[in-house]
């Protein structure tokens, strides 16, 4: 993680309840992990639209930069997707805020890198968690072909896409100034 030199970092863990679960929201302190989230409203049937990768990170945490997911080609950030919020200001007033009260401090908050408040409740949107999911795994020998891939693949109505790359040692070389090792990049 970074952190600017007069940043600060919390721990929030203590922050960590789900407080409820509707058949369209769910709320939650700002502690609480995307796990629990997911932990607690599948059993309902629902989930966020939106999810990290790393579910292991705090919802206040993530709702302060914004998060990207694996379905955000079709619901936006995970910032997008929340109902409300309670921040805790900096002068240690607890705001409620959300779209129409308080809407400019609602909008600085989601994705404004903690400067104006800690999040200390968040009531996040909830869709349909499906009863099971198809998975493919395709490699590409170039970015071009993977983004080509990710185009169609997202016009196909495909739910969630992950794309990474990575350069992995593929051998030893040797040229007039000497061996040396060789990597190739591979595509997924």
């Known amino acids: 993680q970074s952190l600017s030199s007069r940043g600060l970092a919390l721990d929030l863990r203590a922050l960590g309840g789900v407080l409820g679960v509707t058949d369209d929201s769910i709320e939650v302190e700002g502690g609480v992990t995307w796990e629990a989230v997911v932990r607690a409203s599948v059993p309902h ?23 990207v997911g ?20 900096a002068d240690g007033e607890a705001v409620e805020c959300n779209a129409t009260r308080n809407e400019r401090l609602f909008a600085a908050a989601l994705g404004g890198l903690g400067r104006v408040g800690v999040i200390a409740r968040a009531k996040l949107r909830l869709v349909s968690a499906p009863t099971s999911i198809k998975t493919l795994h395709l490699g590409f020998s170039t970015a071009g072909a993977l983004l080509s ?40």
């Not at 992950?162 to 190739?184: D, I, L, Y």
């Open 149 to 188: 891939a990710v185009e169609r693949l997202r016009r196909d109505a495909c739910l969630h896409l992950e794309g990474f790359c990575w350069a992995g040692h593929r051998g030893v070389e040797t040229r007039a100034e000497g061996r040396r090792p060789f990597t190739r990049w591979s595509y997924a």
């Open 70 to 89: 694996s379905s955000a080609h079709h619901h936006g950030l995970v910032v997008a997707n929340v109902d409300a919020l309670t921040l805790v200001t």
């Open 45 to 67: 049937g629902v989930m966020p639209p939106v999810l990290p990768l790393n579910l292991a990170i705090s919802v206040g945490g993530l709702l302060s930069v914004g998060g």
